[in-house]
């Protein structure tokens, strides 16, 4: 019974993180807005809440976008690049304003989404069959890697294997379990 309350303690977290964060959007869209006032002191304040608005956006999974920029160099040449929304979110050029706002928007609608999500028990078990895809797309893997795919399949087999042994095997795997936890 425990158990169950661990596993609706952690849903329950899953839960309210996701709904705080929801209804915190208002709060960061406004101090994302202050970089775009004519007046100093809001500017100032968009600035102190820099790494909150990209956290904010971050941990909702909302990846990085790169925006191309030509500049002029003079003497007819020109410098092109890519330049991170991340990295310039307070940036007052329009293309970047726009893909910056655009990011928040998704990041409130992941942040629903997962609410959402925190009730389906398909999204449970869809996170349980994929924990080696989720921590090393963490560590910065490529889903499609083939490191990632080769441990996803050894957990499965370790995951059909355990399955098996518990259930032809219960009393003896019970009685090894707590041998080694040195449990009567």
Same mark, same amino acid.
């Not at 019974?1 to 303690?9: K, Q, R, T, V």
């Given at each position: ?9 952690l849903i329950s977290l899953h839960a309210i993180y996701n709904l705080v964060n929801?209804? +915190? ?10 970089n775009y006032a004519s007046d100093s002191t809001m500017k100032l304040k968009a ?13 909702? #999974? ?11 160099? #003079?003497? #007819?040449?020109?410098?092109? =690049? +890519? ?6 979110? @307070?940036?007052? +050029?329009?293309? $970047? ?11 409130? #609608? ?15 078990? +869809? ?13 910065? *893997? ?10 996803? @399949? $050894?957990?499965? *087999? ?8 518990? =259930? ?8 090894? $379990?707590?041998?080694?936890?040195? $449990?009567?």
């Open positions: 019974m425990s158990y169950l309350y661990i596993l609706l303690a929801y209804i +915190r959007y208002p709060i960061i869209e406004k101090n994302l807005l202050y600035l102190t809440h820099k790494n909150q608005i990209i956290n904010y956006i971050k941990y909702a #999974g909302v990846s990085d976008k790169y925006i191309p920029v030509v500049q002029e160099l #003079g003497y #007819g040449k020109l410098a092109s =690049s +890519r330049v991170s929304v991340f990295d310039n979110i @307070l940036n007052q +050029r329009e293309d $970047i304003a726009q893909v910056a706002l655009a990011a928040l928007q998704e990041a409130k #609608g992941n942040y629903w989404s997962k609410f959402i999500n925190s009730f389906n028990p398909f999204y449970w078990l +869809r996170f349980i069959l994929f924990i080696p895809k989720k921590i090393f797309s963490y560590l910065g *893997l490529k889903e499609e890697s083939i490191i990632i795919k080769i441990f996803q @399949l $050894i957990y499965w *087999l370790i995951g059909i294997i355990c399955t098996f042994a518990l =259930s032809i095997f219960p009393e003896e795997i019970k009685h090894f $379990i707590f041998s080694i936890l040195h $449990i009567s």
